[in-house]
């Protein structure tokens, strides 16, 4: 069955480093995939769509990238801000319809 | 974007009772989708509503235990039939706004659900 597997531990950052994120799927072969922020109390935000086809999508401070052979995206927060503390999901998809990982939480330390 | 509010924003229920969740969107929208996320846990979808038709299912889901409607092209209903424990989670609806350029989903912001 497909298997969308995000950092199984939160991350916690000084203000100004990068976090890095991963992202990895098993059994699934996705057009594109998308990276949501969540807050708490809240649903999801869209931030970054990256077609299969694509190795890097930019942002303003976000990175995504997308290697089909490892089966694994990346995300990237550059220069990183108390303010960027959510849960990070990732999301595949060949249609309409979204599977997403479990999250990752950023806690950025000022 | 569209913009999305649900009704009730939370909720503590009995075992045994139903509720039912209501999603409005400020523009009319084809797909709108409702998602399942338990604590910890990601989201899971529960069934995708287009007006004028049937919701579709996901495996592992019911309309017995979730019916939906969807009257018309900004408002959607997810009942929670019958309640235990277990369905004690956040239920949120979103829908896929073709104006966008990713045709990205938009979400509200979620239904706490709480069944003692």
């Known amino acids: 069955s497909q298997k969308i597997e995000q950092n199984s531990e939160a991350l916690n950052i000084q203000e100004g480093k990068t976090a890095t994120l991963t992202c990895n799927y098993t059994?699934?072969?996705?057009?594109?995939l998308q990276w949501y922020r969540q807050d708490p109390g809240r649903g999801p935000v869209f931030l970054l769509l990256?077609?299969?086809?694509?190795k890097e999508k930019r942002k303003e401070r976000l990175k995504v990238t997308f290697d089909t052979t490892l089966k694994q995206s990346l995300f990237h927060i550059t220069a990183s801000q108390p303010a960027d503390s959510a849960t990070y999901l990732c999301?595949?998809?060949?249609?309409?319809?979204?599977?997403f990982g479990a999250g990752t939480t950023v806690t950025v330390r000022a | 974007s569209a913009v999305i509010s649900q009704k009730p924003s939370r909720d503590i229920c009995q075992r045994g009772t139903s509720l039912t969740i209501q999603c409005q969107v400020d523009?009319?929208?084809?797909?709108m989708f409702w998602y399942r996320q338990q604590p910890g846990q990601s989201l899971t979808l529960i069934a995708t509503?287009?007006?004028?038709?049937?919701?579709?299912?996901e495996s592992g889901f019911v309309i017995d235990k979730f019916p939906i409607s969807r009257p018309n092209l900004t408002f959607s209903t997810l009942t929670v039939s019958n309640m235990s424990p277990e369905d004690s989670s956040i239920y949120l609806c979103?829908?896929?706004?073709?104006?966008?350029?990713?045709?990205?989903?938009?979400f509200g912001p979620g239904t706490r659900l709480t069944v003692l």
């Open positions: 999301a595949f998809s060949n249609d309409y319809k979204l599977s």
């Open positions: 509503a287009n007006q004028g038709s049937e919701a579709t299912y």
């Open positions: 979103s829908v896929e706004d073709p104006r966008t350029r990713y045709n990205e989903q938009f």
């Open positions: 059994n699934y072969s996705p057009a594109y």
């Open positions: 523009s009319q929208v084809t797909m």
């Open positions: 990256i077609r299969e086809n694509e």
